[in-house]
Nanobody, 124 residues
Framework: QVQLVESGGGLVQAGGSLRVSCTASGRPISTLAMAWFRQVPGKERESVAAISRSGGNILYADSVKGRFTVSRDHAKNTVYLQMNSLKPEDTAVYYC?????????????????WGQGTQVTVSS
């Protein structure tokens, strides 16, 4: 059993920065491929970033490439998403996800474990 808990969401002005965290329990994240997704009302859940078990393979959505950074801290059993140069279109509920795989994926259907989500709102 794996549980994921996100934190760090909030309200930030356009151009600002925010870091959201995902802390896992039940398994060490060294055994999990991890990912961040986001969703707004009326739209499908979309991939933001994904990172392999070792951290050696990372994928970013084109819309966030160069602005967002995903990282792992195995000592804290936590994955982070550092979000810089935020835009109003980044406003969404951000979800952490995990799967027992060595490979990263942008497909939400491949992930077994999900957090409850944390709201990120970017104002103009």
């Amino acid at each position: 059993q794996v549980q994921l808990v996100e934190s760090g969401g909030g309200l930030v002005q356009a151009g600002g920065s925010l870091r959201v965290s995902c802390t896992a329990s039940g398994r060490p994240i060294s055994t999990l491929a991890m990912a961040w997704f986001r969703q707004v009302p009326g739209k499908e859940r979309e991939s933001v970033a994904a990172i392999s078990r070792s951290g050696g393979n990372i994928l970013y959505a084109d819309s966030v490439k160069g602005r967002f950074t995903v990282s792992r801290d195995h000592a804290k059993n936590t994955v982070y998403l550092q979000m810089n140069s935020l835009k109003p279109e980044d406003t969404a509920v951000y979800y952490c996800a995990a799967r027992l795989s060595t490979w990263v994926s942008a497909d939400p259907q491949l992930y077994n474990y999900w957090g409850q989500g944390t709201q990120v709102t970017v104002s103009s």
